[in-house]
């Protein structure tokens, strides 16, 4: 069964949408097994998304993403990585197929409202970023 890391964004904390985003991970059959809100530093931001470093957007998305309470949590379920992007949506909301969370929920490509791990990989780094073995259960 495969895990995957999860981030309610500000614009969606701001408008108190926790519930019904974690609605539709439930309904999708995505268990949270691991849940924190918390308030990012800047420079957390942008270790998190040190990988975007040299894209144009990078200031940009790390002021938006310490700019309010974030939610961070951990989804199980049978092929979660990708059910969890489907459940998402395409990271520019006006893509975005009807029903996901950023169709319904998103505000533009940069204010989207959910970060979803997109490998195997970065699921394991990105879970061991904010969690501790013992708090995911
Ligand atoms: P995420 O990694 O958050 O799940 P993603 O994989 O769909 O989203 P990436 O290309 O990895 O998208 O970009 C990471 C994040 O950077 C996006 O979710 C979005 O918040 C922001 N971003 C991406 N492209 C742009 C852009 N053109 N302008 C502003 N912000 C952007
Ligand atoms: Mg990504």
Not at 2 to 12: F, G, H, N, V
Not at 44 to 57: D, S, T
Not at 107 to 131: K, L, Q, R
């Amino acid at each position: 069964i495969e895990r995957t890391l999860s981030i309610i964004k500000p614009d969606a904390t701001n408008r108190n949408l926790t519930g019904k985003i974690n609605a539709k991970f439930e309904e999708a059959g995505l268990r949270i097994v691991a849940q924190k809100r918390m308030h990012l530093t800047k420079e957390q931001a942008g270790k998190f998304y040190a990988v975007h470093a040299e894209r144009p957007f990078y200031d940009e998305l790390c002021e938006f993403m310490a700019s309010a309470p974030v939610v961070v949590q951990v989804l199980e379920g049978e092929g979660a990585i990708a059910k969890n992007r489907e459940v998402m949506g395409a990271t520019n909301p006006a893509d975005a197929e009807a029903g996901t969370i950023r169709a319904e929920f998103a505000e533009s490509v940069g204010e989207n409202s959910v970060h979803g791990s997109d490998a195997p990989e970065t699921a394991a780094e990105e879970i061991a970023f904010f969690f501790a073995g013992l708090e995911i259960v």
